[in-house]
């Protein structure tokens, strides 16, 4: 027997596998294996088996599988094809795309170890050629232990020397491997037998336990001695007796959601949401593929649809795969599942362990979970039977795959739901450009909800130009209004979207700006940690600095950020209860579910934050939205800056007023024109798309287009801008010779030209054709891996592409 294996390297082929004898009968596509490739052992998949080798490989030597790493299949046979198709479409390799899709640190990963020999320890202990950088690096490995080769990597960045040394026999490279991370966890159960024929008499301890067990049926070893203290010896007995076995078996562990809690009176839905319900069941109800986009204003009650509608596949003996951006700022959502809906959920997201993220993937795959619900990376969940698939908040960038394997899970969900003739709602207020695009041509039907529930209406905007004033970061009408909101005992939000205290930090002799080492970027102040910090690598140095260029030591802050406003509140409202919420504060697991109850709860009068807080929340008490600055999105050399402004002011303008007492919102900008502004001002979502739309048909920007960025970076400046000419020459020559026309940007430096050390630049192909757009970036992939010494990546369909 053979097996065809896909590795989990970034390598394009597939390999073929002889399965011996003693694996045979354990060998099954969508187990794990171990195998031999080069001098390294790694893990592949199973992604087929047969009798014969195909005709272009036959007769080679083929190499044995070493190892079969699972007890059941972690991928069914169906799901390939779904696999194939990422593959293709993001140009991965496809045991890339199935690592993506399955959880993370199960796989057994290779690596190298590097010792010293007789001859190399002697060499090391002579020690007397001090300047020779051979001798460093062999006194740098453990004579004794030898060292990670990756390791010593970091402090001698020089493989070829690692090499050279080996020739010599001065030290063994080593190839090695390690067991995942996470592993099945089992537990002892204790299970009743059936009773002897002739039972001895037992004593009352023994037949106490004896009764506990037999009303139990099955207990876990743990269990029983937490509860009863002569367990382990009255076991004994029993087990010698034949009255009860003990058993190891696998558990599932369970993480401990944190949700907000709600008591709500029951409502039937209105008028729109019945509508749309209705026309979800009918499709329902066909088995088929139907894709809807659920286009509701904020509080419109869309989250209310998608539960009744997840009740209704449920209902027809389907599942259902609910995602959502990220669950630790949704769990008002989770919450509201988990009361509503009488099945078995899982629940798979960054935020668990990843033991606990593995066994609630088994749980999906074991067939025991009916409803699963996850941010982007669930949309590969092993669900059978699914009936529909909703995607709330379906602008979200948090969909896309910065790295890796770039997909969109929105994208991803239409195409599954396709593939299993499955309803897939797609939901959002704001709908992004393409999404809308797509419904108006029909691609989606649209369900419009166009009221929010119960009489609501949406809050009234005020915009606060700042232009030609003295700089604040609350303006005095938006001071007032906090000011009176907090007399009324409402909440209110204030959001900013960049964190930190300063955006930037310069030299006041000098006047040149505080930057990363290793990125084009300044370094903002963060005054709790003392530091100025780079929020694309980490990197810092402690404030305040020294002039690096003059030697002053006069610093100047420019621009604001959370940090800062959080201090200014509390300068202005000393009285006030003031919290804030970004990822510099927000890292402790759980921290903020926590906030969010706090807010619930009404112990907050004053919430501080990023677009943390104006992701889908719905506090009732929120009366109050305050936008320090609408600008920073649209001040990014984006495409899409207009569009994510506008999204972002609509949504947290959205939280405002969703209860009983009508909201208002206050916009501060520099730029109060501008239609992303005015638009969303006016709650006038296609009047922002028609505007915007109309300037990307006239650039023949997406979505009328596709577009893929080529990027290639390097460590060394010149490398990369070489290689990226390479391929722009070696695209002028198959543009000619495509069938449908596809345009070339480029090559550039991209935005920012310097990340983690590496220097980037891009080359962007645009078109309609989706084929000669793929042919064409396979080619300069292709062509890339000839080239030495940088790294090439290609994103289809990018968000974001600084
Ligand atoms: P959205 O997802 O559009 O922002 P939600 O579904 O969260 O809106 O609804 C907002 C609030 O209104 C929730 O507390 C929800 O329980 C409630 N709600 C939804 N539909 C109705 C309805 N028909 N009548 C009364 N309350 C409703
Ligand atoms: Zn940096």
Known sequence: MYAEVAIALPLEKTFHYAVPPQLGPICEIGKRVLVPFGKRTVTGYILEQSRHLPPDITGRNVKEILDVLDETPLFDKEMLPFFRWVADYYLAPLGQVIKTALPPGINWESYYHCSLTQEGKRVAMEGSRRQDPAVEVLQAIDPEQGNLFNQLLKAHPHRSLFFSLQKKGLIA???????????????????????????????????????????????????????????????????QRGMVAVQEEEIYREPVSETVEREEAPFSLNPEQQAALQQIGQALNEHTFRPFLLYGVTGSGKTEVYLRAAHDAL???????????????????????????????????????????????????????????????????????????????????????????????????????????AVVIIGS????????????????????????????????????????KKPTLLSPPLQEAVARNLEDGGQSLLFLNRRGFSRSAICADCGSAFTCHNCSVTLTLHARRQALLCHYCGYHIPAF??????????????????????????????QARVARMDSDVMTRRGSSARLLMALER??????????????GHDFPQITLVGIITADVALNLPELRAAERCFQLISQAAGRAGRGRRPGRVIIQTFLPEHYAIQRAK?????????????????????????????????????????????????????????????????????????????????????????????????????????????????????????
């Open 602 to 615: 009404g112990e907050i009068d004053i919430l501080v934050g990023t677009q943390m807080i104006v992701k």
């Open 315 to 421: 209902a027809l003996g389907k599942r259902a795969l609910i995602l959502v951006p990220e669950i630790s700022l949704t769990p008002q959502l989770v919450g509201r599942f988990q009361r509503k809906l009488e099945a078995e959920i899982a629940l798979l997201h960054s935020g668990l362990s990843p033991g606990e993220r593995y066994d609630q993937w088994r749980k999906v795959n074991k067939g025991l979970a009916t409803v699963v619900i996850g941010a982007r990376s669930a949309v590969f969940a092993p669900c059978r039977d699914l009936g529909l698939i909703i995607v709330d908040e379906e602008h979200e960038t948090s969909y896309k795959q910065e790295d890796g394997v770039r997909y969109n899970a929105r994208d991803l969900a239409l195409v599954r739901a396709q593939r299993e003739k």
């Open 173 to 239: 490279l080593e190839a090695r491997i390690k067991p995942g991370r996470t592993k099945v966890k089992r537990a002892a159960f204790v299970e009743i037998m059936p009773p002897p024929s002739s039972p001895e008499p037992l004593t009352s301890k023994e037949e106490e336990i004896y009764a506990f067990l037999t009303e139990q049926k099955k207990v876990s070893l743990g269990d029983l001695r937490k509860r009863f203290r002569q367990a382990s010896s009255v076991l004994k007995k029993l087990i």
């Open 682 to 802: 006016d709650h006038d979502f296609v009047g922002f798309y028609q505007q915007e739309m109309a300037t990307r048909e006239a650039l023949r920007y997406p979505p009328v287009t596709r577009m893929v960025n080529v990027r290639v970076s390097s460590t060394n400046p010149h490398d990369a801008e070489q290689g990226i000419q390479r391929l722009a020459k070696k695209g002028e020559t198959v543009l000619k010779g495509l069938q449908e026309k596809v345009e070339m940007l480029g090559p550039g430096p991209a935005p920012l030209y310097q990340i983690k050390g590496r220097y980037r630049w891009q080359l962007l192909l645009k078109g309609e054709g989706v084929i000669s757009l793929q042919r064409l970036s396979r080619t300069l992939l292709q062509e890339g891996r000839g080239l030495k010494g940088v790294r090439v990546e290609v994103d289809v369909d990018p968000l974001s592409m600084l």
């Open 545 to 574: 600095p020294v002039c690096p260029h003059c030697g002053g030591g006069m610093i100047q802050l420019r621009g604001f950020g959370t940090e800062r406003v959080e201090e200014e509140v509390r300068r202005l409202f000393p």
């Open 429 to 468: 207020a704001t709908p992004s450009l393409e999404s809308f695009y797509n419904a108006q041509r029909g691609k989606y039907q649209t369900l419009h909800l166009t009221q929010r529930v119960a009489g609501g209406v949406l809050p009234h905007v005020d915009i606060v130009d700042l232009r030609g």
